[in-house]
């Protein structure tokens, strides 16, 4: 029998709230895909093979460029859903699998891109499959998201009582970081396959209307996965706490960091 581990349970719930994840999750910065071209020369004639899409985010920012891009998103709903905000774009394949189970096309990439899902990949698999799918002097650019001290930084140190409260896996007493405590990817890269990597950081505060921030909270795994009660009681105690200690609007703060490494 198939076991399915907690780790591959959890990678799988987003699926679940594809229309959510669309109209919730923030963009990322946009100087990120500057870098990302600048590093690569990305434009028309280049190939890009995005790892977990969802629904689309950054995959519009490196449709503008005029690659061709091949996203690969593990669930049906989000793959489908990406389709649809991605439509405009000819440009743009999106498919529907796993990354480690989908079957690499004979014609290399210039850029594998992954956009808060690298962490998702099986780690055994990712690093060599990347380097296989990337022509020599291609780019492995990975692009991940932290929560990072700041903004409302009141409302986040009481909604910690909130979470307490309704999520029996919350570590007690947590606070946010702050961005300068967050260091680089220590990911280790083999060396006869890439060279050192490049780090770029981007910080950003995005404002939340209560049932915004709310809609925000339900697409993050730990969120969905929890019982039907808990995410009922989370979102009532912190939707409270917003509407009547912060006049229905927070503020929160993100650090995305960009690795660009190049294979050899």
């Known amino acids: 029998m198939c076991r399915v581990s907690t780790h591959d349970a959890l990678r799988l719930t987003f699926d679940a709230e594809a229309e959510r994840y669309a109209r919730a999750r923030p963009r990322y910065p946009a100087e990120a895909f500057a870098d990302l071209a600048t590093a690569i020369e990305l434009g028309p004639g280049s190939r890009v093979l995005e790892i977990g899409p969802g629904t689309g985010q950054a995959t519009r920012d490196l449709a503008r460029t005029g690659a061709t891009i091949t996203a690969v998103e593990i669930g049906a709903q989000l793959a489908a859903r990406a389709r649809l905000e991605l439509a405009e774009f000819r440009n743009v394949e999106v498919v529907p699998a796993s990354f480690e189970e989908w079957h690499l096309p ?53 909604a910690q009582g909130c979470y307490e409260r309704w999520d029996p896996a919350t570590e007690r007493g947590l606070v946010l970081p702050q961005a300068s405590e967050i260091g680089p990817d220590p990911e280790p890269l083999p060396g006869e396959l890439f060279g050192a990597p490049t780090f770029h950081r981007y910080e950003r505060e995005v404002g939340y209307s209560t049932g915004e921030y709310l809609d925000l909270l339900m697409t993050y795994s730990g969120h969905i996965q929890l019982s039907e009660a808990q995410r009922e009681g989370l979102s009532g105690c912190l939707g409270d706490l917003i509407e009547a200690e912060y006049g229905g609007r927070v503020v929160k703060r993100y650090l995305w960091e960009l690795r660009v490494v190049r294979r050899r």
């Open 106 to 158: 004979s014609e290399r990439f210039d850029v594998v891109f992954a956009a808060t899902s690298w962490h998702w990949v099986d780690p055994e698999v990712r690093v060599v499959k990347a380097a296989k799918a990337l022509r020599p002097g291609g780019v492995l650019a990975t692009l991940s998201t932290h929560h990072v001290a700041g903004g409302s930084s009141a409302f986040f140190a009481a």
